[in-house]
């Protein structure tokens, strides 16, 4: 499967604790983005990154979340004292090229937090 | 700040009815994406709009981007029950991010 990974599919941690979910691109993508979507809702962006650079972030991202593309092939997202308000699907998405193209969305990672 | 907005919320249809989704923005958009997602899937990507009174067609599906760019619709003809999900428009202005709006959600009944 060539398409976009997400690891874990689903996450329960308890409030206060720190996750850390993974993305793995489509090889040769060049952006990476992390969004969040609540029922009923669509994907709310919170970051992309072209290459190893994270370009924008959200404004309405709390500082308790942060990602990271090293090499710039897979990310990590983290959230830190999570709180039961973050409890979402966390989608990632990867596109090529310079602008905002056709993105391929990953299966996302479940998060609830109790 | 720059809003997406999609009606209706919901829409059911008797298999063989046609559907239609209205996204409309707060200011002008540079490009307009359209997603389906179905029940508990992740969103697909359908199509990208550009230019001022863009018309494509997929299939059954006809995809519209207003004269402004400001407005945009989704037209399925004759739906099938494969047609059910969440259709999401999302825009794109310069210098900012895709802005999804809440979708509809497209019930069929055979």
């Known amino acids: 499967d060539t398409g976009v990974s997400q690891d874990p599919r689903h996450k329960i941690t308890k409030r206060g604790q720190n996750v850390t979910f993974r993305c793995d691109p489509i090889?040769?993508?060049?952006?990476l983005y992390w969004y969040r979507q609540t029922l009923g809702q669509g994907p709310e962006f919170l970051t992309y990154?072209?290459?190893?650079?994270?370009?924008?972030k959200s404004r309405l991202l709390s500082d308790r979340f942060s990602a990271e593309r090293p090499k710039g092939s897979f990310s990590t997202l983290e959230i830190q004292r999570t709180e039961q308000g973050d409890s979402a699907m966390y989608l990632c998405?990867?596109?090529?090229?310079?602008?905002?193209?056709?993105?391929?969305f990953g299966p996302g990672t479940r998060l609830t937090v109790t | 700040g720059q809003q997406v907005m999609q009606i209706p919320q919901y829409q059911h249809v008797q298999e063989g009815e046609d559907f239609t989704t209205y996204c409309n923005s707060s200011?002008?958009?540079?490009?307009i994406q359209w997603y389906k997602q179905r029940p508990g899937g992740h969103p697909v990507f359908l199509i990208q709009?550009?230019?001022?009174?863009e018309v494509k067609k997929q299939k059954r599906l006809t995809f519209q981007f207003g004269e402004a760019k400001k407005n945009s619709s989704l037209h399925i003809t004759a739906t099938q029950t494969t047609d059910v999900g969440t259709y999401f428009c999302?825009?794109?202005?310069?210098?900012?991010?895709?802005?999804f709006g809440k979708g509809t959600t497209l019930s069929v009944s055979s």
């Open positions: 998405a990867s596109s090529i090229g310079q602008g905002w193209n056709e993105q391929y």
């Open positions: 090889s040769e993508h060049n952006r």
């Open positions: 990154f072209q290459n190893e650079a994270q370009l924008e």
């Open positions: 200011t002008t958009l540079s490009n």
């Open positions: 709009l550009v230019k001022s009174g």
């Open positions: 999302a825009g794109h202005k310069a210098g900012t991010a895709l802005i």
